[in-house]
């Protein structure tokens, strides 16, 4: 048995073979080593398995979900051996001496500005399906493998960090947990798996090394151990605890559908922190109330160039549509510092968290801005939407952007597209600028929600992303506390509510606390949500007191 | 050479799909055969230059088959049109 110390970021017990992330290189290189043969030869067997992919693919849509989609996948398999388009390949082969990957990637380019110049909306769109072709053909062409996983069971992803564009590519459904090398309970990779309550270790540093690729392990999420290859004994003890993972479970069951609310009746909303659509199931099956946090930027993150306002539109209206009328608050874009974006072109910061990034993009580039708000304004005739604005210092910043909002109504109105006016408006509090003008800010806004991981680095002068820092880094310090009581009393005094929307939400130890400033609404990932309603139903917020402001 | 004059009645025109089974079809025959619309002439065995034309629904095309089997080719392809375009 090998035993690897890392920190623990989120709770649970797995076991699964450990799977090493390799990181895609999907560089295209121009020149051919291998002389024209040798890549039309790479080129014909990409072919023939992109198309055996394909009709795989479409006798499973066949039995699964349709003609419709089969048919897709059929055509695909036809482009690729349509002859125009191969011998465009097989071309540039011979007269550039390129890589198949090269010619691969022009071809697909010349066909699908050949039908996105077309007059015609749905041979427009075909363009896409070509991309599509060509991304199949240069993946087999580089042994990319979509998802990133190559393995049919599900495993435990190893990986020295991951980025969250890395994150939003793989494919959830094969992966039982996560542990990484670098990161910490802050990283991005922790948080995602919060959300999809699987087990993650973070900073195991160098110990967990590329050679336990293929071996079985466990891993314990609340220990940050990591166990290869068990004795007896250990397995033994993993397995009791992987139990009683399993009743605690079935115990939060019994927690859907009822109210959050103290034993003293005092009601406090119990939201969701979601990234993408994709976490919806995990809110209705969690019986979240609300989503406290919509994160916008998986548009961004995921995408090549920024994304439309139709694409924006569609997936906020996905949101609010599925929550029925439950509250949605959407987060503006929070791009920059550890969240980078080539098409942003943003200059390299040499201290990104306190640089350009969050609502000073949004300030600085009023059309993304602009295409972001039309979006969601126009999402807001689906549901309960409310627009949220990330990293606040001043108050003339909300000025501005309620001004940018009003602009965009006007807009909308004078268009005829349906909106709602009275969508609600609010804030994050997560810089002490913001803290210290709370009073000021609650006038402008309808609610203040504390994004504790940003207010406890900003606070404390202590990186988030640093896995050293260790008890430095400490959210219950009672400067991180006072702070909280300095926004509550401000939201109340103005008449508005306050949540928390950070991972310091789902704390059961600050509970008593957030009772006693009165907090309004907690947001947690969603697998939070029923253990964080037993915790509440058994308190007595009269007899809460504030003792951890104390020093 | 064979030939006959077709106009769509497919909602959609040539689209993708029976694109792509139009050139199955035409693979099948020795003769070479053809699409016309507007003057410009396509093969009827690329795939993505048929789409290129952009045959919408009331379009007429001149399908042709030129070639030692273009009696059986004309006739399929005849066929072909009238039951799925």
């Given at each position: 048995m090998i035993l690897i110390q890392g920190k623990g970021v989120s709770k649970g017990v797995e076991q699964g073979t450990l799977y090493f992330y390799e990181r895609p290189d999907s560089t295209i290189i121009k020149?051919?080593?291998?002389g024209p043969e040798a890549e039309k030869e790479r080129f014909a067997n990409a072919q023939t398995v992109s198309i055996d992919q394909l009709h795989a693919l479409a006798e499973k849509c066949l039995e699964e979900a349709g003609e419709e989609t089969a048919i897709l996948f059929e055509t695909h398999a036809m482009f690729i051996e349509d002859d125009d388009y191969v011998e465009c390949v097989l071309n540039a082969i011979e007269?550039?001496?390129?890589?198949a990957e090269y010619a691969v990637n022009q071809a697909g380019e010349q066909f699908a500005e050949m039908f996105a110049s077309m007059d015609d909306a749905y041979m427009q769109a075909r363009a896409a399906d070509i991309k599509d072709i060509s991304r199949r053909l240069l993946d087999n062409l580089m042994g990319i493998v979509p998802g990133g996983i190559a393995s049919e069971e599900p495993v435990i992803l190893a990986a020295d960090d991951l980025a969250p564009s890395e994150t939003l590519q793989?494919?959830?459904?094969?992966?039982?947990g996560f542990v990484t090398q670098e990161g910490s309970g802050n990283s991005h990779t922790a948080i995602l798996a919060r959300t999809m309550g699987i087990p993650a270790i973070c900073?195991?540093?160098?110990?967990?090394?590329?050679?336990?690729?293929?071996r079985q392990a466990y891993i314990d999420g609340e220990t940050g151990e990591v166990f290869i290859e068990p004795d007896a004994l250990t397995l033994a003890a993993l397995k009791e605890k992987h139990d009683k993972q399993l009743e605690m479970k079935q115990l939060y069951?019994?927690?859907?559908?009822?109210?959050?609310?103290?034993?003293?009746g005092k009601n406090v909303m119990l939201y969701c922190n979601i990234?993408?659509?994709?976490?919806l199931s995990a809110v209705i099956n969690n019986d979240g109330?609300?989503?406290?946090l919509f994160r916008s930027e998986f548009l961004y993150l995921g995408a090549s160039d920024y994304p439309t306002e139709d694409e924006q539109f569609e997936a906020y209206k996905a949101v609010a549509a599925a929550m029925k009328g439950k509250r949605v608050i959407i987060r503006t874009l929070d791009i920059g510092a550890d969240k980078q974006v080539d098409?942003?072109?943003?200059k390299k910061e040499e201290n990104p968290a306190m640089g350009v990034r969050a609502i000073r993009i949004c300030l600085n580039r009023p059309e993304v801005f602009r295409t972001q708000l039309r979006a969601l304004y126009r999402a807001s005739a689906y549901g309960k939407v409310a627009i949220m604005f990330p990293m606040i210092t001043s108050v003339w910043e909300v000025k501005e952007c309620k001004r940018a909002c009003q602009k965009v109504m006007a807009e909308l109105e004078s268009e005829g597209i349906p909106f709602n006016k009275d969508t609600e408006i609010g804030i994050m509090i997560e810089t002490p600028a913001s803290v210290f003008v709370a009073d000021a800010l609650a006038k402008e806004v309808d609610f203040f929600s504390v994004g504790t991981n940003d207010l406890t680095q900003y606070t404390l002068a202590c990186?988030?992303?640093?896995?050293?820092l260790g008890k430095f880094?400490?959210?219950?310090h009672p400067a991180v506390l006072r702070a909280l009581k300095m926004a509550a009393d401000a939201a109340h005094e103005a008449g508005i509510w306050i949540g928390i929307c950070g991972?310091?939400?789902?704390d059961p130890d600050l509970l008593p606390t957030f009772l006693a400033l009165g907090i309004d609404e907690l947001s947690v990932s969603p697998t939070s949500v029923l253990p964080l309603r037993a915790e509440l139903r058994k308190s007595i917020a009269k007899t809460c007191t504030l003792e951890m402001l104390d020093c | 050479m064979k030939q006959f004059l077709y106009t769509i009645t497919?909602?959609?025109?040539?689209?993708a799909r029976p694109a792509g089974l139009l050139a199955k079809e035409a693979k099948k025959f020795g003769a070479a055969c053809t699409i016309t619309k507007d003057g410009q002439t396509k093969k009827l065995t690329q795939l993505m230059m048929i789409m290129s034309l952009g045959v919408k629904q009331g379009d007429t095309v001149t399908i042709a088959a030129d070639g030692a089997d273009e009696d059986v080719a004309i006739e399929a392809l005849e066929a072909f049109f009238k039951s799925n375009l």
């Open positions: 020149g051919s080593k291998l007269e550039e001496s390129c890589t793989l494919d959830k459904s094969k992966i039982l900073g195991t540093g160098s110990a967990l090394g590329r050679s336990y690729h293929g069951e019994t927690m859907k559908g009822l109210e959050d609310v103290t034993l003293d990234g993408s659509p994709e976490d109330q609300g989503i406290g098409y942003f072109e943003m990186d988030r992303q640093a896995n050293d880094f400490d959210p219950h991972e310091l939400g789902a | 497919d909602p959609l025109g040539i689209h």
